[in-house]
């Protein structure tokens, strides 16, 4: 369950691994690792009721809501939780929960009941992130979570990218999608080592669901993990994954005021690619403008203006990061020492 829009990840996979979900309680598979899975649980319930409720659970938990409400929704789901998945977990999910961040209410449940529940999330994540990282610096590989709406290139800016370093140092990549593997088979396409999550009706990746992930694929001394988030400019700014940077993509064929709109995304990124500049001339896109916005709500991003179709102003991604990989890599060295 996204704590941000209150999507769920329960039909998550990776790979082919069906029934997988990666986020909240991964039932289904065993695993070799003890989650913290406590799930505080405030239960929240939007009531409204869009409770989309793709998984089936028992539901034996404490909900203290008040149901002062009203009451005439017409359910169109059918809540009979016909559990396709068997799982023998005992903890409880946190569905309905979340919805608290950027001021969403749920009726019954206090202010401070929504903050603990959306802090109880974050903090579940930013645990599996610090792992994640943790790991990621052993090995001393470079992760970078690419992230941005929906069509901006990332998948294209990826596959240049590969084909422009892979002679010089390894890349694996990890892809963040709905549904399909297409993207993972592009990358595939170039030599690379991908694996693909689907987050089934889940709008962003979690540190969790690449905890996982992290297991099957090769994580080399001074090499490149690219991590490429489901196109979303909302949720995954919140959801830390244990990379390096988040390097956001905006491409000229949206808005130059986007980093105004999602300023989240724009405050959590480290670097931002302006890509599809060869489009700039056909378009009437501002790229200063843009450059000014995303430097107001994030002074410190660094900015790049590249075209993965026609390579223009790549070299000084390509340099960004083998310089970063070669630090990952001594520093890595230089512990294990
Ligand atoms: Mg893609």
Redesign the pocket.
Known sequence: MCSVCGCATDAARIDGHVGEPANAGAQGHDHGHDHPHDHGHGHGHGHGHGHGHGHGHEHEHEHEHEHEHEHEHEHEHEHEHEHEHEHEHEHEHRHGDGRALHGVHAPGVSAERMVSIERDILSKNNAYAAANRARLREAGVFALNLVSS?GS????L?VRTIEALRERLPIAVI?G?QQTS??AQ?IRATGAPALQINTGRGCHLDAHMIAHALDGVPLERGGVLFI?NV?NLVCPASFDLGEAHKVAVLSTTEGEDKPLKYPDMFAAADLMLLNKSDLLPHLEFDAQACMVNALRVNPRLQTMVVSARSGEGMQAFYDWILARASAAAAAAAAAAA
């Open positions: 929906p290139g990332k998948t294209s990826l892809e999608d297409n993207d592009r490429e196109g």
